[in-house]
């Protein structure tokens, strides 16, 4: 079966409902060829499943699979998985990533309690961002990770903003230092030589296409308004 997921022709057919269904809304009945295929073999899923968290399932290993497969082929091909919770606000993706449990979910939404019908999120997991000569897009996948968010859509990419907890509220732009070590951590970096140079490269053009914040922030809703009035072109 094919699939349009963030503009590439992908094909491979999943095993179980759980994956199948998430996939539906992607699925590709155009003319162009195929861009990136995909065979995960069962054994493999099963030794994944046996090395994740307790009450993984078999299903659920099969996405993370796929996953993975997927957001590895595409660093060659000027693309990559930024983990975050990616939101559209006025057109425009802003993509919120932090590590587990600082509460990128928690913060996008925020937004949806603030801004309400302004925002959608794209994806709450695994968006991946694909980058053009002028500019960068951002796409939803059928990966969801867990969260049950995972949509067909995709805008231009603002910004990308790196969240910290705190106790109050505060953003400012990231350094170049700061944006490298996080986008690291953010995409699949266990990678062959040959393709972390790809990856390089992509970390490259994007930080000359997209704005990046480093935002410190607690639960209360003024963070929302406080990042916003700093990502969002007035």
């Known amino acids: 079966m094919k699939y349009l997921i963030a503009d590439f022709v992908t094909e491979f057919k999943p095993r179980f409902s759980h994956l199948s269904n998430l996939v539906k809304p992607f699925e590709y009945l155009g003319s162009r060829q195929t861009d990136i295929f995909l065979d995960v073999k069962s054994d493999y899923i099963e030794k994944l499943c046996s090395k994740m968290a307790k009450g993984t399932t078999l299903a659920q ?99 990308i903003v790196f969240l910290e907890r705190g106790e109050c509220n505060s953003i400012r732009k990231a350094e170049t230092s700061e944006i490298l070590k996080n986008l690291y951590f953010s995409t699949v970096h266990f990678v062959t030589g040959e393709i972390a140079d790809s990856m390089l490269k992509n970390f490259e053009m994007l930080i000359n296409h997209a704005d990046f914040y480093i935002l410190t922030c607690n639960t209360d809703i003024s963070a929302a308004y406080i990042a916003k009035d700093a990502i969002v072109p007035s």
């Open 61 to 159: 290993a099969e996405e993370f699979a796929y996953a993975t497969a997927f957001n590895k082929k595409i660093i060659k091909l000027n693309a990559m998985l930024v983990h975050s919770s990616a939101v559209v606000y006025e057109g425009r993706a802003y993509l919120f990533s932090a590590g587990t449990g600082v509460g990128k979910s928690t913060h996008t939404k925020l937004w949806q309690k603030a801004f309400e019908d302004k925002v959608s999120i794209i994806n709450d997991d695994k968006p991946v961002v694909k980058i053009y000569k002028d500019k960068c897009i951002a796409y939803g996948t059928p990966f969801d990770g867990g969260s049950g968010i995972a949509n067909n859509a995709s805008a231009p990419l603002q910004a």
